[in-house]
Structures are given as C-alpha cells and as structure tokens.
Nanobody, 122 residues
Framework: QVQLVESGGGLVQPGGSLRLSCAAS????????MGWYRQAPGRQRELVAV???????HYADSVKGRFTISRDNGRNTVYLQMNSLKPEDTAVYYC????????????????WGQGTQVTVSS
C-alpha cells in the first residue's frame, strides 16, 4: 500500500505565498505523474498542476505564472510553490500520484492524499 502525506497548508493573506509538500511512501518502484488538485466548497475537484516523470508540467490557466510544481523523484515528493495567492485560491488541496508501480512491468495504481486546507483571506 502507498500513502501520500501532505503538508504546508494554512491561512495566508492575499498576495502571500505558501509551499505545499506531498511525500509518497510504501512499496514504490516508479510514479508516472504527481499532481495537485483542489476543491472549494460547492465546487468540483479541479486540476491545479501536474508534473510527469520526465519533468514536463501542466498548469490550470488560473494559476499559470503564480504557482510552480516541482518534484524530487529520489524522495517521491512533489511540491507546489504558490505565490501571489488570491481569495479564489481558497480550497482543500489534494495530492495525487498516478500509476504508482510497485515493480517493473506493472501498470500501477492511483493514490490520493488526505487533503490540506489553504485559506487566503485578510
């Protein structure tokens, strides 16, 4: 079994910054992609940013230029640096690990973290 543990959420004023971290642990041979999603009250969960094992990234239009996703493959950890935060960024942020393989040749399974609250308010 694989666990994803998130940290770094909290309360920040508009224009401020936060850095989220998500560490995957367990029997891991490789992880295809790691990403961050968020869900605000009354809204569907949406993709924020994703980083593939080759380092390529994709961002939601709403966070481009403000958020940066990075990954430490050796530590199976993904980070989300969030700058110039806005009240509309307020949400629970979830870490996702896609196609986590325990051994070579497996297709792999997807896992989610428990979520961390980010609140942007003055």
């Amino acid at each position: 079994q694989v666990q994803l543990v998130e940290s770094g959420g909290g309360l920040v004023q508009p224009g401020g910054s936060l850095r989220l971290s998500c560490a995957a642990s367990g029997r891991i041979f490789s992880i295809n992609a790691m990403g961050w999603y968020r869900q605000a009250p009354g809204r569907q969960r949406e993709l924020v940013a994703v980083i593939i094992s080759d380092g390529s990234t994709h961002y939601a239009d709403s966070v481009k230029g403000r958020f940066t996703i990075s990954r430490d493959n050796g530590r199976n950890t993904v980070y989300l640096q969030m700058n110039s935060l806005k009240p509309e960024d307020t949400a629970v942020y979830y870490c996702n690990a896609e196609r986590v393989r325990a051994a070579y040749g497996q297709y792999g399974d997807d896992y989610w973290g428990q979520g961390t609250q980010v609140t942007v308010s003055s």
